[in-house]
């Protein structure tokens, strides 16, 4: 299974191409705004928060406001397909993680080799496991996270940010490259957080406990205080969490049960200062660390010609000592806001970085082959990879007010990414761990790798009338990149060369809207979006393989429909999108050697659609499904992946479905809620091969919560139900063997059935 970045890839792939070419050949037959909810009356701030709240009295669906459009806005106003999961949502469900809540939201997947380490895919836009860079952008507030480029592993370390103290999640679909740059191909996560209360001191504990069937024990805790240091003015927002998230694999080959238990602890500090009602100051800190002692090792083994596990549906084969797997998330950012009345200033300054630490075992690839070769009976291989992730970024914003005829934005955006990468193959003995001394078999290191991106953009909406407006915006980009390396080792050579690349990528966005009234809108989307181009990973001149690769880029084509009907008490947001997309960088392979190249195009449509709907008081009910039919529009070019025209795009269902309740109701002088929400995910094809051969295909799967709870006073009690029929849904595969087609495959899972139960109050 794929478990490291693309430079990690490169080398091991051209070292197994060597090794293994006769089994392959045998193969081949802000504005700040937040999601605006008026609390329920009787019950506190955070019992209340969130759509999901109800009075008792309420007829219609609470307003959620959002900023993906960089105000604040309701969301039925925003001519482009979002979806919302508010605080109370994620907070009932008992979610802490994307397996949580991603198949909760129409048009997205998640391809996960385990917590930590996972993909997000919208609307289809995915290449596999393998690609090196995302396709789908992570914002936290008005700051981007993660890395831009390769050399980082930024398609897999999607930040997973605990949502203890977050407000709301939006995702936005379809390509975001005008306002929110690159790497936004499928669209954006943008986890929004609770701002500081400059009014009202307030505070925040809950404790959890969790079991999960076959598995462990998870416990969890987290606080929250805000304190107004300056009434009115300045306020200070802290949060912290702690948790253990039970594991539920054994390793067979070395007895140790629950491998892939995981600790998570974080926390949130922010500050907000506001001297006037026309500037505001609001800076905050973000740290969390996930370490585990197994989860680098993956899942389970499967048998990929019957998808059966060879061992047991919570079982694994791994070396000792190997599967440390430890990442650490920091950011800093601090956004100011002026209103000079016939314009905003945003200025938006962030600093992050990523720690990444593991060690992966690679005894059934490298044993068989490298055994022999040093006279080892039991010899076991691993390698041990480092990266750190250093980024800044800067964004100046400029926007008219939103209520005038010509309604205007240009902002100019800047950041700068440095990346290390020390990778190294350890030879030991696979029973004991012990340490086997031989020569250097591979030490690579990778960097610095620099990425520095300047770009301007701007957008102008005429508002034609009071009903029909146009919007069109651009964005220009300059993107350059310095790659170096140097590696040693008898399974790679001696070398060490540095590499540049630039590149100027353009994107659009037309974006006409009409409003039949004041509850129905339908709206045109034309946008492009891009992923930018770099200096290859370990190709050096001479080899005969390309120095560099381009940018590649996609155009989506959307129209949709919002509308509230039955007075406001159900919403329907519909839409039908088809996307271009070409140049896709792909994994190729010249003279033994792998680098990352463009391949052709491919071309994803369907339709999504979203419905929610206040039949009674108290009572709230939603369902959204997405046809999504993601496909190659020409034969990848030879000596990449293997895929032909027609073939599906890697771990793309075609059918994705939800259906949700949420129930409030009295008692007495306590309250209660109930719901829970079923989740669909179609049938799906796995990886393109290496070679020619068969694909492997993952069946479709369901999953089940329910949850239930109390609340008296400032009290909450509840008590909650994941994957409730304990289904076995894989999420992603990979063999473990040289051989493509080879046994067996390492297989993720999503968490087995989990019981929760959970305490909490408010002061």
């Not at 040093?374 to 250093?390: K, M, R, V, W």
Request: with cysteine.
């Amino acid at each position: 299974m794929y478990r490291s970045p693309y430079a990690r890839r490169c080398i091991c792939l051209a070292v197994a191409m060597a090794l293994a070419a006769p089994a392959l050949l045998r193969a081949q037959d802000n504005d700040g705004g937040q999601a605006a909810a008026p609390p329920a009356a009787g019950t506190t701030r955070r019992h209340a928060a969130g759509s999901q709240a109800d009075d008792g009295k309420t007829t219609r669906l609470a307003t959620i406001i959002v900023t993906a459009d960089k105000r604040s806005e309701p969301l039925q106003s925003v001519p482009m397909a979002v979806s919302v999961l508010t605080q109370t949502q994620l907070d009932r469900q008992g979610a802490t993680s994307f397996s949580d809540y991603v198949g909760q939201v129409p048009g997205l997947n998640a391809i996960s080799s385990g917590e930590g380490w996972t993909q997000l895919v919208l609307r289809g836009i995915t290449s596999g496991s393998h690609q090196p860079n995302a396709t789908v952008g992570t914002y936290i507030d008005d700051s981007p996270y993660g890395s831009s480029t390769i050399y980082a592993a930024g398609s897999m370390l999607t930040p997973d940010i605990d949502p203890s103290d977050l407000d709301h999640i939006e995702v936005l679909r379809g390509p975001q490259g005008t306002l929110y740059g690159s790497n936004t191909l499928g669209g954006l996560v943008k986890f929004v957080t609770t701002p500081p209360d400059t009014t009202e001191a307030s505070a925040h504990v809950g404790v959890d406990a969790s079991s999960v069937s076959g598995g462990g024990n998870g416990f969890g805790t987290h606080a929250t205080v805000n304190i107004p240091l300056v009434k009115d003015t300045l306020g200070l927002r802290v949060n912290a969490y702690a948790r253990t998230d039970p594991g539920y694999i054994d390793n067979v080959s070395t007895g140790q049960t629950e491998v892939n238990e995981a600790t998570v602890r974080g926390g949130r500090a922010q500050l907000l200062w506001t001297p006037s009602d026309k500037v505001s100051l609001r800076f905050s800190a973000l740290a969390q660390n996930l370490g585990s002692d197994g989860l680098a090792n993956g899942g389970i083994d499967i048998d990929p010609a019957t998808i059966r596990p060879v061992h047991g549906w919570d079982k694994q084969a791994r070396a000792a000592g190997t599967g440390l797997f430890k990442v650490k998330y920091r950011l800093y950012d601090l956004t100011a806001s002026v209103d000079m009345g016939w314009g905003k200033l945003v200025s938006t300054t962030s600093y992050g970085t990523l720690r990444l630490n593991e060690n992966v075992d690679y005894t059934a690839a490298y044993g068989p082959l490298l055994n022999p070769m040093f006279g080892l009976s039991d010899g076991g291989y691993s390698e041990a990879q480092s990266i750190a992730l250093n980024k800044v970024t800067q964004e100046l914003r400029l926007q008219s007010p939103k209520e005038q005829t010509w309604e205007w934005r240009t902002g100019l955006f800047f950041t700068h990414e440095r990346t290390v990468d020390l990778q190294d193959m350890a030879t030991f003995d696979a029973g004991t761990g012990t340490p086997i001394a031989l020569p250097t078999l591979l030490h690579v290191s990778v960097g610095p790798a620099l990425f520095t991106e300047w770009a301007g953009y701007g957008d102008l909406t005429w508002h034609a009338t009071d009903r029909f407006s146009v919007l069109v915006g651009a964005r220009y980009s300059d993107d350059r990149t310095t790659y170096t390396q140097a590696n040693t080792g008898l399974l790679i050579g001696d070398a060490g060369f540095t590499l540049r690349s630039s590149d100027q990528p353009v994107t659009y966005l037309f974006n006409p809207s009409y409003k039949f009234g004041d509850d129905t809108m339908a709206y045109l989307r034309v946008a492009s979006g891009f992923r930018p181009g770099g200096a290859n990973v370990g190709v050096s001149p001479g080899m005969g393989a390309p120095l560099t690769f381009d940018p590649d880029k996609l155009v989506n084509y959307e129209l949709g429909l919002k509308t509230m009907l039955l007075d406001g008490r159900m919403s329907l947001d519909m839409d039908a999108f088809y996307i271009d997309w070409s140049k896709v960088q792909l994994t190729s392979t010249v003279n033994g050697i792998s680098f990352l190249g463009n391949g052709g195009k491919a071309v994803s449509k369907g339709f999504e659609a979203s419905l929610r709907y206040h039949p009674a008081s108290g009572l709230t009910l939603w369902a959204n499904a997405s046809y999504t039919a993601a496909r190659l529009a020409e034969d990848n070019p030879a000596g990449s992946v293997y895929g032909l025209k027609g073939n599906p795009l890697p771990y793309v269902p075609k059918w994705n479905a939800n259906l949700g309740a949420d129930y409030n109701f009295p008692l007495g002088s306590w309250s209660g809620f109930v719901g829970g929400n079923f989740s669909y995910v179609g049938r799906r094809a796995a990886e393109f091969n290496q070679v020619p051969a068969p694909r492997v295909y993952l069946p479709s799967y369901n999953n089940i919560n329910l949850y239930a709870g109390v609340n008296f006073g400032d009290w909450m009690f509840k008590v909650y139900a994941k994957n409730l029929a304990n289904r076995h849904g894989i999420t992603s595969v990979w063999p473990e063997t040289l051989n493509p087609m080879g046994s067996p495959y390492n297989a993720t899972l999503q968490t087995p059935r989990t019981i929760g139960v959970s305490a909490s109050v408010d002061f």
